[in-house]
């Protein structure tokens, strides 16, 4: 089945310990993103990969990290959360040959609490 | 800088009618469109993809038209059903900034049995 998976799908830390959301995606996509869902400001995007080692900013990346060593994964790294990065957050991905961009699919979400 | 607006925020209708969902982005260079249907706390669930190139996109009771150059786009569900309770989100990518989709607030629909 092609899906986009995060792990965990809740979690909830203190203040400065080093955490990472793990994303995987099994359609051989080149593109992948990190969105962050917070209620009266919608999706905004993190950060972003058009293809292996090739990453780069979204709107809101202060306090956030990102790799892509593999094609299929990209994972999310907060080296010192903070509570004000509690959120939901998507990890998505999709086929990006030449430019074109296709549908976009998402991750089941990650419930993140830092106290 | 495109925005994307959705109304309305909230829309509440009987089972069975046929209804409405509208999308207008401000800035009409885009790549294509998307609709998305979010549960509550639940991930987004990829409905219609439309490219610029499409006037409209069917799936199911689904129908989703594109009007590139007034910059709106609509989501007609026909028929609903109280499963179809949600929220629904429109999102655009634009031709400056083809990296992100960019997303409205998104419609909340309650189907009332």
């Known amino acids: 089945e092609a899906q986009v998976t995060q792990n965990p799908r809740y979690l909830i830390t203190v203040t400065g310990k080093k955490l990472t959301v793990t994303c995987s995606q099994n359609?051989?996509?080149?593109?992948m993103s990190w969105y962050r869902q917070d209620p009266g400001l919608g999706l905004r995007q993190i950060y972003y990969?058009?293809?292996?080692?090739?990453?780069d900013k979204g709107d809101v990346p202060e306090g956030y990290k990102v790799s892509r060593k593999e094609k299929r994964n990209f994972p999310l790294i907060l080296e010192s959360p903070s509570p004000n990065q509690t959120s939901l957050y998507f990890c998505a991905s999709s086929s990006a040959r030449r430019g074109l961009y296709n549908e976009q699919f998402f991750g089941p979400g990650t419930r993140l609490t830092v106290l | 800088k495109q925005e994307v607006t959705q109304i309305p925020a909230a829309l509440s209708v009987p089972e069975g009618e046929n209804l409405v969902l509208n999308c207008s982005f401000t800035d009409s260079a885009i790549y294509n469109l998307q609709w998305f249907r979010q549960d509550p706390g639940k991930g987004l669930t990829s409905l219609l993809l439309i490219q610029s190139s499409q006037r409209e996109q069917t799936s199911g009771r689904l129908n989703a038209s594109l009007d590139k150059s007034s910059g709106r786009s609509t989501l007609y569900i026909a028929a609903s059903q109280p499963g179809d309770s949600a929220t629904y989100l429109c999102a655009v990518r634009g031709v400056q900034g083809a990296q992100k989709l960019v997303f409205g607030q998104g419609t909340r629909l309650t189907i009332n049995p």
């Open positions: 359609m051989n996509h080149e593109y």
């Open positions: 990969s058009m293809n292996v080692e090739v990453t």
